[in-house]
T-cell receptor
Framework: GNSVTQMEGPVTLSEEAFLTINCTYTATGYPSLFWYVQYPGEGLQLLLKATKADDKGSNKGFEATYRKETTSFHLEKGSVQVSDSAVYFCALSGGYNKLIFGAGTRLAVHP | DTEVTQTPKHLVMGMTNKKSLKCEQHMGHRAMYWYKQKAKKPPELMFV???????INESVPSRFSPECPNSSLLNLHLHALQPEDSALYLC???????????????FGPGTRLTVL
C-alpha cells in the first residue's frame, strides 16, 4: 500500500542554517506529493506541492523536487528563520484524494 | 480566499454530553473532510463528503456522526465520547475527491476537544 517515511525529529538549527528534511514514499501509480506545515496551536497549511516526476515545488524559500527514481521529495531551505519553527508533514495523495501523511518532523530554530 | 473556519476553537465535554463541531468553507469546494489528530501524530482521516454525500468512512465509531447540511457546511456530532477521543479535530476541503483527484486540501485551524 501507499506510505510515507520522514526523518525523525526534532531537528534543531541555528538561524540562517541550511535545512533538509528527508521524505521518501511508496506508492502505486503516480501520486501527487505535498509538504504541509503546522505551527503551534494551528491547523495544517500547504507549503508546496508537486504533481509529477521532476516537478519542483517552491514557496517562502522552501523547495522540494519530485524524484521518481529515488521515490523521494526532500524539503530544503537555504536559510531558516526562527519563524520557521513548526512541524512539517510530507504527504502523498492516493486514490479519491486521500492524503497519506508521514509521521511529521519538528523543526526548532534558535536565534 | 482559501479559508476554512471551524467552531468552537476549544471544547470540553463529559462522557454523557452531546456536542457538535462545525466547519465552513466558501471556496466552492465540493469535497469536505474530517480528520482527528492526536498529540505529536499526523492527522488521521475520519470521513469524506463529496457533493454533500458521505463517500468515505474510515471505520469510525458510531459515537461520531458527520453531517453535511449544504455544500459549504460540515458538522461532526459527538455523543458518549471516551477520554481517548480527546484530540484536535481538523476539517479540510478540496475542489473534489474523484478517484484521480490530487486537489490541494485546505485545512481549518481545528477544534481542540477534551473529554472528561
Amino acid at each position: 500500500g501507499n506510505s510515507v517515511t520522514q526523518m525523525e525529529g526534532p531537528v534543531t538549527l541555528s538561524e540562517e542554517a541550511f535545512l533538509t528534511i528527508n521524505c521518501t514514499y511508496t506508492a502505486t501509480g503516480y501520486p501527487s506529493l505535498f509538504w504541509y506545515v503546522q505551527y503551534p496551536g494551528e491547523g495544517l497549511q500547504l507549503l508546496l506541492k508537486a504533481t509529477k516526476a521532476d516537478d519542483k515545488g517552491s514557496n517562502k524559500g522552501f523547495e522540494a523536487t519530485y524524484r521518481k527514481e529515488t521515490t523521494s521529495f526532500h524539503l530544503e531551505k537555504g536559510s531558516v528563520q526562527v519563524s520557521d519553527s513548526a512541524v512539517y508533514f510530507c504527504a502523498l495523495s492516493g486514490g479519491y484524494n486521500k492524503l497519506i501523511f508521514g509521521a511529521g518532523t519538528r523543526l526548532a530554530v534558535h536565534p | 480566499d482559501t479559508e476554512v473556519t471551524q467552531t468552537p476553537k476549544h471544547l470540553v465535554m463529559g462522557m454523557t454530553n452531546k456536542k457538535s463541531l462545525k466547519c465552513e468553507q466558501h471556496m466552492g469546494h465540493r469535497a469536505m473532510y474530517w480528520y482527528k489528530q492526536k498529540a505529536k501524530k499526523p492527522p488521521e482521516l475520519m470521513f469524506v463528503y463529496s457533493y454533500e454525500k458521505l463517500s468515505i468512512n474510515e471505520s469510525v465509531p458510531s459515537r461520531f456522526s458527520p453531517e453535511c447540511p449544504n455544500s459549504s457546511l460540515l458538522n461532526l456530532h459527538l455523543h458518549a465520547l471516551q477520554p481517548e477521543d480527546s484530540a484536535l479535530y481538523l476539517c479540510a476541503s478540496s475542489q473534489d475527491n474523484s478517484y484521480l483527484s490530487t486537489d490541494t486540501q485546505y485545512f481549518g485551524p481545528g477544534t481542540r476537544l477534551t473529554v472528561l
